[in-house]
């Protein structure tokens, strides 16, 4: 006769690399709160420089906010490793309570929600202390600023390799002189997802010469010529995406030619009103003399329908609305596609083995 045995185990048997791999997963904050008090053990373990607390904070209630407050003062400054702040603007008065400086020295990623302006700029100014910190995203409320001061300190960040900011206002300008060459920062991914004119994208990417990949957008109604004094070389440079809203093919074209780059893949959305955008010539001729090492194109071009006839005649003006069947564009497989929504149509060129998702919207 067998005698079965059910063997017991207690958490208190996990190893410790265990431990640090299920709290790998929990927010920093969460962790404290549901070990802190358990036992000597664990205690040590909370206090191992083996372990690096992610703490994320998103408009909490009242009582959440003040459990926060409180657990966050225990918490060793030196473990934080992420920030990812969302308060409502009534709930600015945290950062008289946590300031964020060089005692966090293994900070790496810091993420600032709809922090008002002048709150904002008291954060930023402490940032280029920060030994280790490469992302930070920030995203502001809507509202009218000058962008230039902010930038000014970002581009000082030492260790910065990703950076993103976003802001819904449609003018917030940006006047920054261009770089030198002690000027130099170390950003290789930007996301500028405001407002920002080609000038003053050529400016901050000035900064940024290891830059690799760039999504931008261009809502400025405004309109200046590039800057025919403009010559930027990014060798770094591989990825593009950029959303243009009133900006011509013709300017495009020239801010294109005016940078040094090895771009692999192309990434443009335009609402624009310039059926230039759709003529393949000028496509394949800026392809092979600015972009020759172009592996994806994806191009997307919006016309609704409330102007389809108008444009219509600009397209019949062009030719063929498909001349993206010459072997430039076979030998590539970057085809032409078009799409029928309820209040507009999509002219697209992309890849033949294309993945839906990979456009960004």
Known sequence: MFTYRISKTSMETF??????????YLDGI???????????????LLNSSSILFKIKLHAPSAELYKNFNKHIELLNRHQIFSLDLRFPLTRNHFFSSFTIDSSLDRLQSLTLNYLNPDLLMSVLVNLPNLPRL????????????????????????????????????????????????????????????????????????SYIP???????????????NIESSLSITLLNLTHISIELVYLTFDKFESFIRKIESKVKVLHLITYCNDVTYLNAH??????????????EFYLKYHEYREYHNYRNESLQNLGEPNQFTSSFWMTRQWIFETEIDTDRIMYLVRPYRYIDNMFFD
């Open 134 to 205: 490469s992302s930070l995203n920030i995203n502001m409320p809507n509202v009218l600023i000058d962008l230039t001061d902010i930038y000014r300190i970002i581009l000082t960040i030492p260790m910065l390799k990703y950076y993103r900011f976003s802001i819904d206002s449609l003018d917030s300008p940006i006047s920054l002189p261009m770089s030198t060459n002690e000027q130099l920062t170390t950003i290789e991914y930007l996301v500028i997802d405001h407002s920002c004119s080609f000038n003053e994208l050529a400016t901050i990417i």
């Open 15 to 24: 190893s410790n690399e265990l431990f640090y791999e299920i709290f790998d």
């Open 282 to 295: 000028r496509w394949e001729q800026l392809i092979l003399q600015s972009l020759p090492q172009l592996e």
């Open 210 to 224: 290891k830059l690799s990949r760039l999504y931008f957008i261009d809502r400025h109604k405004n309109i200046s």
């Open 30 to 44: 969460d962790i404290y709160t549901a070990f802190s008090n358990l036992n000597h053990r664990f205690q040590q």
